[in-house]
């Protein structure tokens, strides 16, 4: 067993740091919205490292700047609530919501260079929230400033505070960003698709780097990506998306080895395995990602699913528990077995070749 | 190394492409009056072949000098040194006129959102690209349309819709369609299915395989991504600094890679197994690119390898021969040995 220690026990629930229950979040009129998240619950424990797998459309982008109350104008929470240390973050002053979010929850986002203003030097940009939030002095500031490039693995880190943007590589951008979002101690740390604009090996420093800081700042991590493989490695839980909604839920080891949803499934039979024989056709998922703006009754799945049953396409399947412990839970009617009869002999089905 | 004289070998060596040291360079340029005061070597002395049907895959990080080579291939990065060859004449004979050069080679881009024209129905973007090509009768160039989106598997409705309307997929398949429109033999194809989710890269995979075996097409496939190049590459050559580093039989490159890169751009890659890739968390991946403008002496990877010594830094290793048989520029790649189990050559240095 090579699983995590820190893996919450099913036994005795740690309180979750931040919890999201029953989200939904809609643009446009309250008469013809449009509804790009629905019905998402989380749960985030101290330590514990989340991720949140969805293509694109799946809603996973919007639903971590709702947790932020970050929404694009025209966008709201149409439904639910999202706690950080037991405070509903929708109720927060503006102020409030301003120390929840550098101090409590932190974001670094996807796209490094538009995220740092490029007529600005480094150094200033990182030391600016700490010396208006945190009442530093410039000189304190450019210390702390110094110390976290230098915790996040920038070479000469003095130096670089005196860089402009566009003189560092992507990679090391998103290093200042990282720097930049674990400046003021946050309690969580939400990091959206960090490394997708990088290349392969910058791509698995930044992942190291970003778990690494986790581990020893004592934070909560919730990783969003649409890679299967870059999440495998590190998260303890996994919440695969679907058109808005979680569509399967469970521990990294449950999802890589005994999902239970169509959809989890094809995308992971769909990725180039390391061992793929050249020429042996790819399992692509059949049609074409979800549109948000189409309605699809039932299961969003259906039209893509090669097991859907008349009942899929009628009404939404209910959340169920794959056993008693209530780790593993999945919107899919279908039975287990005809699931894995269906796929053939390299089919994963529970209890065959899982961990846990 | 010796260069071959690929004036004698004409087209019987079956290859479809024939590159030949060469050599691409970027003048930098700076001061008021814009004088040059260095060059970028984006592609410093590169050479392998494509045999015609066949696929090379062309692996490397940005900066690698892969877009660079490929676009060499259909004239539009000017090669500063070294012979290109396309079905055995020289680019040069070829690269005028200019539209002859495209009926034999086409490049599809990786960004699907931006190598469409927004205000042109599907429809118009491709019957512009026939007629460019002399299809000028109406009638024919909407049958002709009508069998490009089929071929690309879209219905024939496609036409009237603009790209705003469509997924990324599907403007990936016309993109390939509008390549496919002037009949070419070759197709360089640059990063392809990098933006598109990993549902459908599989689709756009699989119609490329499709297209090859129905119309003997050539292609180079250039990406950043190991995974993909496994499937589609009958070869693969891994570039760094834009130099060879590796390059051979896909089975040799991943079975056996020899090369401390290759090795190294392997152990990085996502694989979605949670065993692997815990197992791989202990290593620690280091790259740090050469410079580009001032590249150093001696092997390209030096900066980033851990088993680099003063003949790495001194003398710049040529490609020799592995008995897996792959070809690797590496100095030290027979003293050099990873349990296959174990591909992160970067651990405890």
């Known amino acids: ?356 | 190394m010796n260069q071959p004289a690929i004036t004698q070998r004409r087209a019987a060596t079956g290859n479809a492409v024939e590159i030949r040291d060469l050599h691409v360079r970027f003048p930098v340029r700076s001061g008021l009056l814009r004088r040059p005061v260095g060059a970028v070597h984006a592609v410093d002395g590169v050479s392998f072949d494509i045999p015609e049907g066949q696929t090379v895959g062309l692996v490397g990080e940005s900066g690698s000098g892969k877009t660079t080579t490929g676009r060499a291939l259909l004239g539009l990065s000017p090669a500063n040194a070294g012979a290109i060859r396309l079905f055995g004449k020289p680019l040069e004979e070829l690269a005028t006129p200019e539209k002859d050069l495209q009926k034999l080679g086409q490049l599809v881009f990786q960004d699907p959102y931006a190598s469409l024209n927004p205000r042109l129905t599907v429809g118009s973007t491709l019957s512009e690209t026939l007629y460019v090509h002399g299809l000028s009768d109406g009638g024919a160039r909407k049958q002709k349309v009508r069998d490009l989106l089929d071929q690309v598997g879209l219905r024939p409705e496609i036409a009237d819709r603009y790209p705003v309307a469509l997924s990324g997929g599907q403007r990936q398949r016309i993109a390939i369609a509008r390549a496919l429109a002037v009949n070419p033999r070759f197709m360089v194809l640059d990063e392809v299915v990098s933006a598109l989710d990993v549902s459908i890269q599989g689709q756009i995979l699989n119609l490329l395989l499709d297209l090859q075996r129905e119309h003997n097409l050539t292609y180079l496939f250039i990406t950043h991504d190991l995974s993909v190049v496994r499937y589609v590459s009958h070869k693969v050559v891994v570039l760094y600094g834009g130099q060879i580093m590796e390059e051979g039989p896909t089975e040799a490159i991943f079975g056996s890679p020899r090369h401390p890169y290759t090795h190294t751009l392997l152990s990085a890659l996502p694989v979605p197994d949670p065993v692997v890739q815990r197992a791989k968390r202990g290593l620690e991946i280091r790259t740090e690119p050469p410079s580009v403008t001032d590249p150093p002496d001696g092997c390209r990877f030096q900066g980033s390898c851990p088993f680099a010594d003063d003949t790495c830094r001194s003398v710049a290793p040529g490609l020799r021969p592995a008995p897996s048989g792959q070809r690797v520029a590496c100095h030290h790649f027979e003293s050099i040995d990873i349990p296959s189990d174990q591909i992160g050559i970067t651990r405890d240095v």
Do not use: W
């Open chain 1, 1 to 356: 067993m090579t699983g995590k220690t820190q893996m919450t026990h099913p036994a005795q629930p740690v309180e979750p740091i931040l919890s999201v229950d029953g989200l939904s979040v809609s643009y446009g009129s309250a008469r013809q919205p449009l509804n790009v998240v629905k019905d998402v619950s989380f749960d985030v424990a101290p330590g514990q490292v989340l991720g949140i797998v969805g293509e694109s459309g799946s809603g996973k982008s919007q639903t971590v700047l709702a947790v932020l109350q970050l929404l694009a104008e025209g966008g709201r929470i149409s439904g639910g609530q999202v706690r950080f240390e037991g405070a509903e973050l929708q109720s927060l002053s503006q102020r409030r919501m301003r120390k929840v979010r550098g101090q409590g929850i932190a974001l670094i986002s996807q796209d490094a260079l538009s995220s740092l203003n490029p007529s600005m030097k480094i150094g200033r940009q990182m030391a600016e929230p700490l010396i208006a939030y945190d009442g530093l002095s410039a000189s304190a500031a450019r210390k702390r400033c110094t110390e976290l490039l230098d915790l996040v693995g920038i070479p000469a880190p003095a130096h670089r505070l005196e860089s402009y943007p566009h003189e560092l590589s992507g990679g090391m951008r998103q290093r200042v960003l990282i720097a930049m979002a674990i400046s003021r101690n946050p309690r969580v740390l939400i990091a959206d698709e960090p490394t997708t604009a990088l290349d392969v090996t910058i791509q698995a420093q930044i992942i190291n780097l970003i778990d690494d800081l986790r581990k020893e700042l004592g934070m909560a991590l919730v990783l969003i990506t649409h890679d299967l493989g870059v999440v495998a490695g590190i998260a303890d839980r996994i919440s695969v998306m679907y058109a808005g909604r979680i569509v399967e839920t469970a521990t990294t080891d449950q999802i890589f080895a005994a999902s239970r949803h169509p959809y989890t499934r094809a995308l992971l039979s769909s990725i180039p395995k390391p061992d793929q024989p050249r020429g042996e056709r790819l399992k692509p998922i059949p049609g074409l990602p979800v549109d948000p703006r189409e309605d699809v009754r039932g299961c969003a799945f259906n039209p893509r699913c090669t097991h859907a049953l008349a009942s899929c396409t009628e009404s939404l399947p209910a959340m169920i528990a794959a056993e008693d412990d209530g780790q593993h839970l999945f919107r899919c009617p279908v039975d287990p077995f005809r699931l894995a009869e269906a796929e053939g002999p390299r089919a994963r089905l529970q209890g065959n070749g899982g961990m846990s």
